[in-house]
């Protein structure tokens, strides 16, 4: 389990490279039609307050307090090692299971506490389903690959049913064509990024409420992540979507909301528009100027 | 390696560059020196373990492939009624208790005539195996309409006439030096010229229990000894290892107590085998009073020691499931249980299968925890269930190199290669297993 910490941790020095300084000012135009067409406060899914992560005696996350909204895409950005993968992991109890982790303060969902003694979190992650930085279908058929979540949880009562939750789950998440004809081919016969679409659509086969994504296109091509992002603004109508990304550029042009960590600490957060033109943190200004990360 | 060349006098004064360059060049040149050297080792390493290896494979085999053959006398028998049927009813139970002694001397002084003194005829006597008249019975068993005729009817010579047949004795070599006489060889070079001596695949070998006579002995019995006892070690190892490993590595907490298990199960692993069979005396059949000699002690026994061994090659199996599938499942919600069920353990399935069949060839070899569990008796009968006194293969190895009678070491090699034969097949159906099913990720 020890691992996964360690994973988790790679995977953020990974895609630092990216991280480059770039011109703003033309995702900002991108960024700001998606802002347009979202209300800007609308009621908060997700409420973090005061909340503490440890791992062992390492602390990753210091007191981060944030609202996410629903329906529409919040994105954390920040350099590697800042805590935002960690802090995503919190919003569905993923970090229960690497040994040694430990989480404190408040974490409503909906106004219910996440970590509560009375939540299961294994019915938790049925609604906040999680998407992970390299694409991980399991080594069965495409077909299993969406099948498996809502057998599990008995949503299908048939098969018809079940087929059609998973035409409906690959449509949405704009594989439906591409794989139609060959349903049983295993998931890994896929290209990356059609791979990371099939997890796209395992997600969203169990209807979560909220969709986290880890980094969903740092082991993708551009051409691959171009049409992540697409269907990441498909769906913001839908879901709630929590996006780490080590890309600003990415940032800009998917979110409505972000967040900026540094050092296990939330800097800043609003609207997208806002934290990238005029952010009021010298740390972020630095940040997305390129000028650390 | 970081000395530098000393400088050649007379030569003129070189460049700092001029230094590095040669510097660089010598240092290449001893380290290809050294990658040389280095893999020269290596080769001569493998040539000498292979040619060990060979030295061993061609003493086994050179010896072993007369324990396969047996001496065979063909005597054409007179299947006379009046001695074995008297009464002509054809009863099964009569005939089988009927004396085929008279019958095969008779047909023996017509194959050797003139032999008259009475330790001359003993001797012919012994020139047949043991118990000779167990061929013919079951002929007659087989073809009782037969009675009455003389059926040509193929018996395994003596131990000795079997030695001499494949040139164990010198013709040359003194009378008394031998344990075969001169008379014997004369008979065998006139049956010989009769066409009547043939040596072939012994048919006692793969259908008879072990015998003092080696050339009545047969590995049956120690091969369904082996299987009964290799059984009951699966059916004990495999739930309990698959399921030890799958809590340690899936569910128990890292803390001392699942390190203090860990650190024993890996000293499990390195217990001298023999201590395993004073457990299985002291407990099993001491304590719990179960059967001596038995196939379900032997299982246990060995499946004790097998156990960690099927822990440690299915922890290590499950550990390499990567992180990435548990991350995916529980991502849709999975718990822990359908986690392992539902994705781990089929993925760690094909090296459980190999670590658990190599485990077994491991238990199929051993021998000495089953000597103290009295495995190592002498069981003519072959064994027909889990509690039947029996041995196995590696242990009727031992009782068989330990006999006195030549023929022994013939018997002796061609065991060994019937067991090598099993322990290569399991092997193979692993490395099949593992080609089958290996995943790249």
Same mark, same amino acid.
């Given at each position: 389990m020890a691992f996964d910490m360690q994973r988790a941790k790679e995977s953020e020095k990974?895609?630092?490279?990216?991280?480059a300084p770039a011109p703003i000012l033309t995702r900002v135009t991108v960024a700001a039609r998606g802002a347009a067409?979202?209300?800007?406060?609308?009621?908060?899914?997700f409420h973090a307050k005061g909340v503490n992560v440890f791992y062992g005696a390492k602390q990753?996350?210091?007191?981060v307090s944030l609202d996410i909204r629903d329906k529409g895409v919040t994105a954390l950005i920040g350099p590697?090692?800042?805590g935002k993968s960690t802090f995503l992991r919190c919003l569905n109890r993923m970090?229960?299971?690497?040994?040694g982790a430990r989480v404190e303060g408040t974490i409503e969902l909906d106004g219910k506490s996440?970590?509560?003694?009375?939540?299961d979190p294994v019915q938790l992650r049925a609604r906040v389903g999680m998407v992970f930085q390299k694409p991980n279908?399991?080594?069965?058929s495409i077909f299993e690959n969406i099948a498996y979540g809502p057998r599990i949880h008995g949503h299908a009562r048939s098969k018809a049913e079940l087929a059609a939750i998973v035409e409906r789950s690959l449509v949405r998440a704009g594989l439906w064509n591409e794989v139609k004809d060959r349903?049983?081919?295993?998931?890994?016969?896929?290209?990356g990024g059609q791979q990371q679409r099939l997890c796209i659509a395992r997600a969203i086969a169990v209807e979560p409420e909220v969709i986290l994504m880890d980094?969903?296109?740092?082991?993708?091509d551009p051409i691959a992540t171009a049409r992540i992002e697409e269907l990441i603004d498909e769906l913001r109508t839908r879901f709630c979507i929590i996006i780490v990304t080590h890309s600003m550029q990415q940032a800009a042009r998917v979110s409505q909301n972000t967040a900026f960590f540094h050092m296990g600490v939330l800097v800043e957060e609003g609207a997208t528009e806002n934290v990238f033109?005029?952010?009021?943190d010298q740390r972020t200004q630095d940040y997305i100027t390129g000028r650390f990360g | 390696m970081t000395d530098t060349p000393a400088t050649r006098p007379g030569t003129p004064p070189k460049t700092p560059e001029e230094h590095l360059f040669e510097d660089t060049k010598l240092h290449l040149f001893r380290r290809y020196a050294a990658e040389r050297r280095f893999r020269l080792y290596g080769q001569i390493a493998i040539m000498v373990a292979l040619g060990m290896l060979g030295v061993m494979l061609f003493t086994i085999v050179g010896n072993g492939w007369k324990g396969f053959l047996q001496t065979y006398v063909a005597l054409d028998v007179y299947l006379d009624p009046a001695k074995?049927? +008297?009464? &002509?009813? *054809?009863?099964e139970a009569k005939l089988r208790n009927a004396d085929y002694l008279p019958l095969i001397k008779d047909a023996l002084d017509e194959a050797?005539?003139?032999?008259?003194e009475r330790a001359e005829r003993r001797l012919l006597t012994g020139?047949?195996?043991?118990?000779?008249?167990v061929p013919v019975r079951d002929f007659v068993l087989e073809n009782?309409?037969?009675?009455?005729t003389t059926q040509r009817i193929w018996i395994a010579t003596s131990d000795d006439i079997d030695v001499f047949a494949k040139g164990?004795?010198?013709?040359?070599? +003194?009378? &008394?030096? *031998?344990?075969?006489?001169d008379i014997e060889i004369a008979w065998y070079d006139m049956l010989w010229n009769a066409g009547r001596i043939e040596v072939r695949f012994?048919?006692?070998?793969?259908?008879a229990g072990d015998s003092r006579e080696p050339e009545n002995a047969g590995l049956l019995g120690a091969i369904m000894g082996s299987v009964f006892t290799l059984l009951v070690c699966l059916i004990i190892t495999l739930p309990i290892g698959v399921l030890a490993a799958i809590y340690l590595e899936e569910?128990?907490?890292?803390?001392r107590i699942s390190d203090f298990i860990e650190v024993n199960i890996n000293n499990l692993a390195a217990v001298p085998s023999i201590v395993f069979g004073l457990l299985g005396l002291a407990?099993?059949?001491?304590?719990?009073?179960m059967p001596r000699s038995a196939p379900v002690v032997g299982g246990t026994v060995l499946a004790l020691l097998v156990l960690p061994t099927i822990i440690i090659s299915a922890r290590a199996a499950l550990k390499a499931v990567p992180p990435s599938i548990r991350e995916a499942a529980r991502g849709v919600g999975a718990s822990e249980l359908q986690v392992v069920t539902h994705h781990v353990l089929p993925l760690a399935m094909p090296g459980i299968m190999t670590g658990t069949i190599i485990g077994m060839a491991h238990a199929l070899g051993e021998t000495a925890p089953l000597l103290m569990i009295g495995m190592v008796a002498f069981i003519v009968n072959v064994p027909e269930?889990?509690?039947?006194?029996a041995t196995v293969l590696p242990v009727q190895i031992f009782l068989w190199s330990d006999s006195?009678?030549?023929?022994f070491v013939a018997k002796t090699s061609a065991a060994i290669m019937v067991l090598l034969g099993f322990l290569i097949l399991m092997n193979l159906a692993a490395i099949m297993i593992r080609r089958r099913f290996e995943r790249r990720w």
């Open positions: 990974m895609s630092t490279a990216e991280a067409t979202a209300p800007a406060n609308a009621g908060a899914k990753a996350l210091f007191d590697s090692g800042c970090n229960d299971t690497i040994a996440i970590y509560d003694r009375h939540v279908p399991f080594p069965k349903l049983d081919d295993p998931g890994t016969s896929l290209s980094e969903p296109c740092s082991a993708l033109t005029n952010p009021s | 074995i049927d +008297p009464a &002509g009813a *054809r009863d050797v005539p003139g032999v008259t020139f047949l195996r043991n118990n000779p008249t009782p309409h037969l009675i009455g164990g004795y010198d013709r040359a070599m +003194p009378e &008394g030096d *031998r344990r075969i006489k012994s048919d006692v070998l793969f259908s569910f128990a907490p890292k803390n407990i099993f059949l001491q304590f719990f009073g269930g889990f509690t039947d006194s006195p009678e030549r023929a």
